[in-house]
């Protein structure tokens, strides 16, 4: 099955600094690379999505990469603000009927 | 986007007694949707998968006699936490895809569950 690794796991950061958290997966027939933001306590919220149709895909102050020669693809905030502390969790899927398998997440801290 | 629901947010009840939650698909019929469940600093751990009108599917460990599944309606499905024990407590989530035939998936807010 598939298997995404995520990293780092603590991301600490100045507000204003830019943060990227990086995700590999395993199954290359993955085409489906959604990222959450989950605050503490609250339920997962998507931010971002990316298909593998398309290397990279911005939305405001967060883009998504992907490179799908290397299996790997990575969130990118720029200008953090302290709201942007939270757990980010990526996530690979096939698409269709087929469920996501899930990163171990990122806990980011951005510091005022 | 779709809402999905879960009822309780949050309950403590003592070791052995079983516990039922609920998620609700409020806006939309949801055939399939998803039970996770997420230690503290941990990741969403898929339990099962939910089928309206038929069996759930279990993932590899996780006890389908312990961990109860109806899905009796396009817009409900519950889980049972049956003769819970403090190893137990975590927070389930479920979650459905988008009606809309989209990848995305909606997650209900979650439920807290403590055993004492």
């Known amino acids: 099955g598939e298997n995404v690794e995520q990293h780092p796991s603590t991301l600490s950061v100045q507000e204003g600094d830019s943060a990227v958290i990086k995700c590999t997966y395993s199954?290359?027939?993955?085409?489906?690379f959604p990222w959450y933001k989950q605050e503490l306590g609250k339920r997962p919220q998507l931010i971002i999505d990316i298909r593998s149709n398309v290397g990279e895909k911005k939305d405001q102050r967060i883009a998504v990469t992907l490179n799908k020669t290397a299996k790997h693809f990575s969130l990118h905030i720029t200008e953090t603000q302290p709201e942007d502390s939270a757990v980010y969790f990526c996530a690979a899927s096939k698409g269709g009927s087929y469920i996501p398998t899930f990163g171990r997440g990122t806990s980011l801290i951005v510091h005022p | 986007g779709a809402v999905v629901s879960q009822h309780p947010s949050w309950v403590i009840c003592k070791s052995g007694t079983s516990v039922k939650i609920e998620c609700r698909s409020l806006d939309f019929q949801a055939t399939t949707m998803f039970w996770y469940r997420q230690f503290p600093k941990q990741s969403l751990m898929l339990m099962a998968t939910?089928?309206?009108?038929?069996?759930?599917?279990?993932e590899q460990g996780v006890e389908k006699d312990k961990f109860l599944i109806n899905h009796a309606s396009l817009t409900l499905s519950t889980l049972t936490v049956t003769s819970a024990h403090p190893e137990d407590s975590s927070f389930y989530i479920c979650?459905?895809?988008?009606?809309?035939?989209?990848?995305?998936?909606?997650f209900g807010p979650g439920t807290r569950l403590t055993v004492l």
């Open positions: 939910s089928n309206e009108g038929s069996k759930a599917t279990y």
């Open positions: 979650s459905a895809r988008d009606p809309a035939g989209r990848d995305e998936q909606f």
């Open positions: 199954d290359s027939a993955s085409n489906y």
